[in-house]
């Protein structure tokens, strides 16, 4: 080996030896951090517990109930059948669209229990028209969505209260429409349909003279 290679590699020496240095100082503190496992026995705290319990009546987030109708369905613990604000059209076409989206591939659109998940081998839901779905109190809905029932899951963390609320809502004017009579018709809607009946009978009744014929 000639005195230039001998020099050439004692350099490449020197310049690698503080990468190795620092190398092998290197920490794994960001790995295997200082941690105990749940549960697990630690010398920090009386009875070797390594985690102070929770302070009386700490509530965890979003978990809060200041309003009970409103966030479970219940007063004083009793499924009720009333709901914790007015509901409007706008909130009936919100709650047409939520139930379309998370409700009607199990349930159908009309709430049948016909939804394209059970026609391709899915458990049937009962339909909404039932005695017993029509005779459920509102907040038998709204609890089912929130904590699931049977085979369906809960849907709190897909849709927000309010949004829960006026699916019911919706899920009630779909049970009225099966069931509706002229009775539950305001009498100035009822002006108004009684005037488009009569109007399309007038439009499809043959001139004065004139026999009706086949495929007329």
Known sequence: MSRREVELK???????LPGLVLAGACRQDMHDAPRFDPLEASPMFAQSASARPLVEGTVARGLLVEDELLT???VAGTLVDQFPFAITPADLNRGEER??????????????GQGMVVERGYRRPPSYHDDRMRQAPAGHYFD????????????RAQVPVD?????VAYIRALQLSQYATTSDIPEAELDKLRAATAGAAAGAAPPPGQTPTAGH
């Open 144 to 155: 089912a969505m929130t904590n699931g029932f049977g085979v369906m899951p809960d849907y």
């Open 10 to 16: 004692r350099l490449a020496t020197w310049i690698a």
């Open 99 to 112: 139930f379309n989206i998370y409700c009607a591939p199990c349930h159908g659109r009309l709430g049948d």
């Open 72 to 74: 479970t369905g219940k």
């Open 163 to 167: 949004d829960r609320w006026r699916i």
